[in-house]
């Protein structure tokens, strides 16, 4: 029977090794040859060139700060919210995505008209007579869009991985005697940690990859090295290039799948 | 008491941090005024010319078919895979959630330029088809991701049970498996459905010419300025899934909806 | 939850049906494949066209020239049409990727388009074998007259620190090498290194005073005072004044760039006969006029100029200029190489602190 069943995953795995694993192979051929299709480091090493290695500086350093802030939003609130009792987590869920059936672009672009220096933040700031801000086009407004834009995907997995805390564990942690402070730091937290690292790479894998956020909100006055790549792809048209860097990153997708895989044995702290 | 009013302060600042921007586009489609930056007056005029616009309207089909659809093939092939690999060894399971990783975590770009890659080699035509595929490819994660924790919780004796009381397989699957995992495969229906809904990158690179979603209509709009019936239409479909969902939260049937997430 | 998602589909399937519907026409003459830039043509004279012809039109939408290009050259799509610019003409021309065209099934093409356009046209696609032009402009500098002390005259206002924060400079790599190279008095096709590497020092030097790099929202960050100059293709200042009367625009005493964008037929174009009464439909006056009309982009069709009821505008020196009294170049392409070295620097640029 049980053979049987495992029949049951050859759609996938068949759909997998088509549309996903072949299309990773083509990425790697392409990032291991050149124009004429000769083997070469090249395009990989050129992560090395002074712009690009400051390209992938800035974006990791960017979309750590974004994962920091998410974290440190998304914590407090996953708590207040695994608290509130509400009858059916799917609508909180609902709620969270919601947002993202308003298109991505359309989003984004609207944050625009809210940072600019004529934007409707500064408008209402002068209105009550404070100073305005000049946010838009530095790495601040880069930061806040990510933050924006991958909050939710912070949010559901901690949250999930809280409201799946058995309360008589909390209960029995107070019975001994455990303040709330180390309730938290020895119960509450350390049963949290998969959902905590399913959110830090859902936030910061995205953030690190992408380049629309920082064409928009950062006027394209700082180079990441997603923007690095879609110029590769689409402006350059250096294929091979763009398949090399892409290996790069490639490297923290593994990284963040491993770490997962450690922390999160049994898909604890999942999306949803 | 005060500690409860902190923490609603809290969570009204997030929601208004999540929901100022929907705010602004929704001002933004009863703005007279062509141009983003200028307050041209209150008018429902993009309301009027948006049910005009062929385009946008078979955009906006285009968009929802092929959401449903790649959400729909999604679910289905997701969730066999979870059943099956339920009855696998930790390690093949593991290589498979790894494969399974993958499209979530690659670059968008990457997963856009590769499938093209792809298709060519194919020989396929480029237009819904490619589309869809590529949408289903990205789709299948999100269901798996979330029908697989609600497969680890299941009490592997209860379908021993049915068996043993003389269901069949399918029966046993359907009658005791099903309802158990149904939330799991509820939320990875919505949450590939609103991926699918949202992606411009990879679209943008599996489409063929005659055919375009809403994403894509917007990014080749955002040159000349995007049109206001654009507003319109995003304010019609956000305002049209709140009161659905407020309306399915409090309805009076409350307590049974509950029963079937829990 | 169960009934929200039902609810959910029938609403999804609801609209999908109701806009779906009405997609299948006949084509009983065949059908066109063309592929534009995004918002470059009023819809109202691919109807008629349809109307008048029975030939489908499949219509698709481009951001770039460097965008099209790989999907063009990857012949993911049957493209017949294209409307690329110069230098991308060159280049496709230079890879043996476009058909000659048969003039004699062009005849608004010959008549109504104006000699000089295909004199200029002659630097990119010598002997007017390939493209029929269809916008044409120039680059300039659009200005706000109440946020800038006195008039902009040149590209050297650009580096001026009293404009800090306030100059918006366009983003892809040749319109910003362009300015570079005029700045400092080189020609806008140069591949001399040492040359790119002045403008390239010009450039990192001025970005502290630019507010930020963009190509579509000069426009609109014009319009609403969010900057004072910008980089500007002519054909966006004439809509721009009349949502903002501040706004003035003026060609950089240094010289500039005259652009034209042009129909081309793509050499494995399966309809190729299709493709060239499309092109020459897009010729005739009163439809060229309606496309000027919709894009404010300068039309080279001087029958459809003549059809300009308001003389300002049929006279603009925007939308019209004497070429003449000014220094102007045309993009030519500059092969693969120079392509890298301009990527690089641009890179360059771009990665350059603040």
Request: overall charge negative.
């Amino acid at each position: 029977m049980n053979n049987k069943r495992k029949l049951l995953s050859i759609p996938y795995l068949l759909w997998a090794i088509v549309f996903i694993i072949i299309p990773l192979f083509m990425v790697v051929y392409y990032g291991i040859t050149d124009k004429t299709g000769a083997f070469t480091f090249a395009n990989i090493a050129a992560i090395a060139t002074a712009e690009h290695g400051k390209a992938l500086w800035l974006s990791v350093l960017l979309s750590f700060m974004s994962t920091v802030v998410c974290l440190l939003l998304a914590y407090p609130l996953a708590m207040i919210l695994s608290k509130m009792n509400i009858a059916s987590n799917s609508f909180l869920v609902l709620i969270f995505i919601l947002p993202m059936w308003m298109n991505f672009l359309l989003r984004t672009l609207a944050w625009l008209s809210l940072l600019e220096k004529t934007g409707v933040i500064n408008n209402i700031l002068k209105f009550f007579g404070l100073p305005t801000m000049n946010i838009i086009n530095t790495p601040g407004a880069i930061i806040l869009g990510m933050v924006y834009n991958f909050l939710p995907f912070m949010i559901m997995p901690i949250y999930n991985a809280l409201v799946k805390i058995d309360p008589n564990v909390i209960n029995a942690a107070r019975d001994l005697g455990a303040g709330p402070f180390k309730t938290f730091t020895k119960v509450i937290f350390p049963l949290s940690i998969p959902g905590v690292i399913s959110g830090i790479t859902m936030v910061f894998v995205p953030a690190l990859t992408t380049f629309v956020i920082s064409t928009i909100l950062g006027g394209n006055k700082i180079l990441l090295i997603g923007n690095v790549i879609e110029l590769e792809f689409t402006t350059t048209g250096n294929w091979h290039l763009g398949s090399g860097l892409s290996m790069v990153l490639m490297v923290f997708i593994v990284i963040s799948m491993i770490l997962t895989a450690i922390f999160d044995k049994d898909g604890e702290g999942s999306m949803l | 008491m005060i500690k409860t009013t902190a923490q609603r302060i809290y969570v009204a600042l997030i929601f208004i941090f999540l929901y100022a921007p929907i705010a602004t586009l929704i001002v933004l489609s009863f703005n007279a005024s062509k141009t983003r930056s200028k307050w041209g007056g209150f008018t429902f005029k993009w309301y009027a010319s948006l049910f005009e616009d062929e385009k946008i309207l078979q955009a906006l089909g285009n968009t929802l078919l092929i959401a449903f659809l790649s959400a729909s093939i999604a679910t289905v092939i997701g969730t066999i895979a979870c059943i099956a690999m339920q009855n696998m060894k930790r390690k093949s399971r593991t290589i498979i959630m790894g494969i399974t990783n993958i499209p979530m975590l690659n670059a968008e770009i990457v997963t856009g330029i590769s499938l093209m890659l792809l298709f060519i080699i194919l020989g396929f035509k480029f237009g819904f088809m490619t589309i869809l595929l590529a949408h289903i490819t990205f789709n299948i994660p999100y269901v798996i991701l979330s029908v697989m924790p609600r497969m680890k919780q299941l009490n592997p004796s209860t379908y021993e049970a049915a068996l043993d009381l003389g269901a069949s397989h399918t029966q046993a699957f359907f009658k005791v498996v099903f309802p158990d995992i149904l939330p799991g495969i509820v939320s990875g229906f919505i949450m590939a459905f609103t991926m699918s809904l949202d992606d411009f990158v990879i679209t943008h690179f599996t489409k063929g010419a005659g055919i375009d979603t809403l994403s894509t209509k917007i990014y080749t709009e955002v040159r000349k300025g995007i049109k206001p019936e654009m507003y319109a239409l995003s304010t019609i479909i956000f305002v049209t899934v709140l009161i659905l969902l407020l309306l399915v939260n409090y309805a009076p049937k409350k307590k049974q909806d509950t029963a079937a997430v829990k | 939850m169960k009934k929200s998602i039902a609810i959910l589909l029938c609403t999804v399937l609801l609209g999908t049906i109701l806009t779906g519907c009405g997609s299948e026409n006949d084509t009983p003459n065949g059908e066109v494949y063309v592929y534009n830039w995004g918002e470059y043509i009023d819809e109202e004279t691919i109807d008629l066209f349809e109307k008048e012809t029975g030939i489908k039109v499949i219509y698709d939408e481009f951001e770039t020239n460097e965008a099209m290009y790989p999907k063009v050259e990857a012949g993911a799509s049957q493209y017949d049409v294209v409307c690329p610019s110069d230098y991308m003409i060159a280049k496709m021309i230079d890879n043996d990727m476009l058909a000659e065209l048969n003039w004699d099934n062009l005849p608004n093409a010959k008549a109504n388009i104006g000699s000089q356009y295909y004199e200029s046209s002659e630097q990119f696609d010598p002997g007017n074998k390939y493209s029929v032009p269809y916008c044409w402009g120039t680059v300039g500098i659009l200005y706000n007259t109440q946020m800038v002390d006195g008039p902009i005259t040149g590209w050297a206002d650009l580096w001026n620190e009293k404009y800090e924060d306030n100059i918006l400079m366009q983003s892809s790599v040749r319109d910003l090498f362009m300015v570079g190279l005029k700045l400092n008095g080189y020609s806008l096709n140069s591949t001399d290194p040492a040359e790119l590497e002045v403008a390239k020092n010009s450039l990192i030097e001025q970005k502290p005073l630019v507010q930020a790099y963009v190509i579509d929202q000069v426009r609109d960050k014009m319009i609403g005072n969010e900057a004072a100059i910008g980089v500007i293709y002519s054909g966006e200042a004439i809509y721009t004044q009349r949502q903002n009367s501040n706004l003035e625009y003026v060609i950089p005493k240094e010289g500039s760039n005259v652009w034209i964008d042009s129909w081309v037929i793509l050499k494995d174009s399966p309809n190729k006969e299709n493709a060239e009464k499309f092109i020459d439909f897009m010729c005739r006056p009163e439809i060229a006029l309606m496309n000027f009309e919709y894009i404010t982009y300068s039309t080279p069709n001087d029958a459809a100029r003549a059809l300009i009821e308001d003389e300002d505008i049929r006279n603009s020196e925007i939308a019209f200029p004497d070429l003449s009294k000014y220094d102007l170049e045309t993009f030519s392409f500059l092969g693969e190489e120079a392509d890298e070295l301009y990527n690089n620097l641009y890179k360059e640029i771009q990665s350059s602190s603040n």
